[in-house]
T-cell receptor
Framework: QKEVEQNSGPLSVPEGAIASLNCTYS??????FFWYRQYSGKSPELIMF????GDKEDGRFTAQLNKASQYVSLLIRDSQPSDSATYLC??????????????FGTGTKLQVIP | DVKVTQSSRYLVKRTGEKVFLECVQD?????MFWYRQDPGLGLRLIYF???????EKGDIPEGYSVSREKKERFSLILESASTNQTSMYLC???????????FGQGTRLTVV
């Protein structure tokens, strides 16, 4: 089982709709959860992070965390063509050496159709 | 402005060569990371460092080594390049316990 799993997509949504991106993780001891956006040919950039169960909102973005179900999601409201990108879920855990490490999922490609 | 700079954007090397990928950050971050990114496999951690002269293996360290002699610089070394090391290599840095990792622009390495 992969440590962090995402559906590779592509996920296609019409402009103005809500895009829902999902991620599951295997390590129950995971502490912190991140969503990065990566445009084609560019490096990833952080858009959201969440540490506690529940929802966290920032503008059009909402991150949701359910530690019991080991599930984290990203909602994008009023999707715009400029949101078309690959979204990477990342999870921070403690490795066997006692150091924190961040593991990324393979990413979900989002296409917003004008 | 936050900056992580990788020495090369594109690199072509021959099989068996020793390859150095350099990464410099100007944010005084403690943590630095090297990832490779391949289609369908996502970002995979090769090595990371939490302090000068300190290194930890990531998930795929085989065939690689690293060096961190100064806080701002983290080098990835391919001891003897092989074609299966053809990939996009991304360096990142973050504050200790910080939420955000800042990425460099990436180095696309081709081993022929």
């Amino acid at each position: 089982q992969k440590e962090v799993e995402q559906n590779s997509g592509p996920l296609s949504v019409p402009e103005g709709a809500i895009a829902s991106l999902n991620c599951t993780y295997s390590d129950r001891g995971s502490q912190s959860f991140f969503w990065y956006r990566q445009y084609s040919g560019k490096s990833p950039e952080l858009i959201m992070f969440i540490y506690s169960n529940g929802d966290k909102e920032d503008g059009r973005f909402t991150a949701q965390l359910n530690k019991a179900s080991q599930y984290v999601s990203l909602l994008i409201r009023d999707s715009q063509p400029s949101d078309s990108a690959t979204y990477l879920c990342a999870v921070r855990t403690m490795n066997s050496g006692g150091y924190q490490k961040v593991t990324f999922g393979t990413g979900t490609k989002l296409q917003v159709i004008p | 402005d936050v900056k992580v700079t990788q020495s090369s954007r594109y690199l072509v090397k021959r099989t068996g060569e020793k390859v150095f990928l350099e990464c410099v950050q100007d944010m005084d971050h403690e943590n630095m990371f090297w990832y490779r990114q391949d289609p369908g496999l996502g970002l995979r951690l090769i090595y990371f460092s939490y302090d000068v002269k300190m290194k930890e293996k990531g998930d795929i360290p085989e065939g690689y080594s690293v060096s961190r002699e100064k806080k701002e610089r983290f080098s990835l070394i391919l001891e003897s390049a092989s074609t299966n090391q053809t990939s996009m290599y991304l360096c990142a840095s973050s504050l200790q316990g910080g939420a955000e990792a800042f990425f460099g622009q990436g180095t696309r390495l081709t081993v022929v």
